[in-house]
């Protein structure tokens, strides 16, 4: 929060602030702070990747999709956007995508790859 007080028109301040309201669980304000980090860096794939992520946890699953689509767009190399991306395509019932990005992911990061994989397995 402090670094976003301190610059507000730092992208990675905002991504990371992102970052942290998700993982305590405030997803709607990782979606306001990583949209924030998008609007301010559109070609950094930072934002774009925690933007996914919170849409996802919020339900905007075809926001999600789109948002880690356009961080592969920038990033083709970023195991956190497979991975999200992955999870993203399994729930909207995506299949081969899904599965595609599990591939992906695998050359990348094999642990992350194997709990995208025990994901898949366990979610419905």
């Known amino acids: ?3 976003v007080t301190v610059d507000p028109s730092c992208a990675l301040a905002w991504a ?3 970052d942290i309201r998700g993982k305590q669980g405030s997803w709607n304000e990782a979606v306001e702070c990583a949209a924030k980090a998008t609007d301010l860096a559109p070609a950094d794939a930072i934002g774009w990747t ?4 919170a849409l996802e946890h919020v339900g905007e699953l075809e926001q999600a999709a789109a948002a880690c689509g356009r961080a592969l767009e920038l990033e083709e190399a ?3 956007a497979w991975l999200v991306a992955g999870r993203v395509f399994h729930a909207l019932g995506r299949g081969r995508d899904a599965k595609a990005a599990l591939r992906r ?7 992350a790859a194997r709990g995208l994989q025990e994901f898949m397995e366990l979610a419905p």
């Open 1 to 3: 929060q402090r670094a």
């Open 78 to 80: 970023d195991p956190s």
């Open 50 to 53: 925690n933007l996914g992520e």
């Open 105 to 111: 992911l695998r050359a990348l990061d094999a642990g």
């Open 16 to 18: 990371n602030l992102a």
